[in-house]
Nanobody, 123 residues
Framework: QVQLVESGGGLVQAGGSLKLSCAAS????????MAWFRQAPGQEREFVAA????????YYADSVKGRFTISRDNAKNTVYLQMNSLKPEDTAVYYC????????????????WGQGTQVTVTS
């Protein structure tokens, strides 16, 4: 089992930036990919970005391409999400997830989830 703890959420004005972190602990040695999802009130959890632990290949939702960057620090077992040019529609609870399969855009592709961190973007 892998434990995930997110941090870095907060309140920011439109056009601003935030950097989220997700620290992984536990049985991380055979993890394949990490991802960020987000969930706004009344909506389903949606894919934001994913990264392979080995090789660092990255994948993004069309809605965040060019604005968000996912990265990882293997030595620290930590994944980051740099969010720039934030928009009010980016407001959501952001969750990180860990999986043992190639990166997926569906929640069922991941096995462990963090508790989430709130991101609120004001206009």
């Amino acid at each position: 089992q892998v434990q995930l703890v997110e941090s870095g959420g907060g309140l920011v004005q439109a056009g601003g930036s935030l950097k989220l972190s997700c620290a992984a602990s536990g049985r991380t040695f055979n993890s394949y990919a990490m991802a960020w999802f987000r969930q706004a009130p009344g909506q389903e959890r949606e894919f934001v970005a994913a990264i392979r632990w080995s090789g660092g290949n990255t994948y993004y939702a069309d809605s965040v391409k060019g604005r968000f960057t996912i990265s990882r620090d293997n030595a620290k077992n930590t994944v980051y999400l740099q969010m720039n040019s934030l928009k009010p529609e980016d407001t959501a609870v952001y969750y990180c997830a860990n999986g043992y399969r190639p990166p997926a855009t569906k929640t069922k592709g991941y096995d462990s989830w963090g508790q989430g961190t709130q991101v609120t973007v004001t206009s």
